[in-house]
Nanobody
């Protein structure tokens, strides 16, 4: 069974930085893409950054956040700089993964990690 486990959330002051990490484990054939979404209270879950054939960023984080992947370790990281109070949310790791004994891509989510930016 495939699992995504996030780490690195926490509380930081505005202007500060945090680094989120996510590791995929289990019986994995291949990982097509990995990325990050976030959900603030009362709002829908939204894309933050995604890395597959191309890299995509939400307009609100361009120039401040950087996504990186280590394909050998099945990990994805999100370096978040110049954080703003509006970045406060639960951040979820997402992976498009082909698990062992399957032929199609499955969508997996981590449990989420809280990021709180104080003003």
């Amino acid at each position: 069974q495939v699992q995504l486990v996030e780490s690195g959330g926490g509380l930081v002051q505005a202007g500060g930085s945090l680094r989120l990490s996510c590791a995929a484990s289990g019986r994995i054939v291949s990982i097509n893409a990995m990325g990050w979404y976030r959900q603030a209270p009362g709002k829908q879950r939204e894309l933050v950054a995604f890395s597959g054939g191309t890299t995509t960023y939400a307009d609100s984080v361009k120039g401040r956040f950087t996504i990186s992947r280590d394909n050998a370790k099945n990990t994805v990281n999100l370096q978040m700089n110049s954080l703003k109070p509006e970045d406060t949310a639960v951040y979820y790791c997402n992976g498009l993964i082909i698990p062992w004994a399957m032929r199609d891509v499955r969508n997996y989510w981590g449990q989420g990690t809280q990021v709180t930016v104080s003003s």
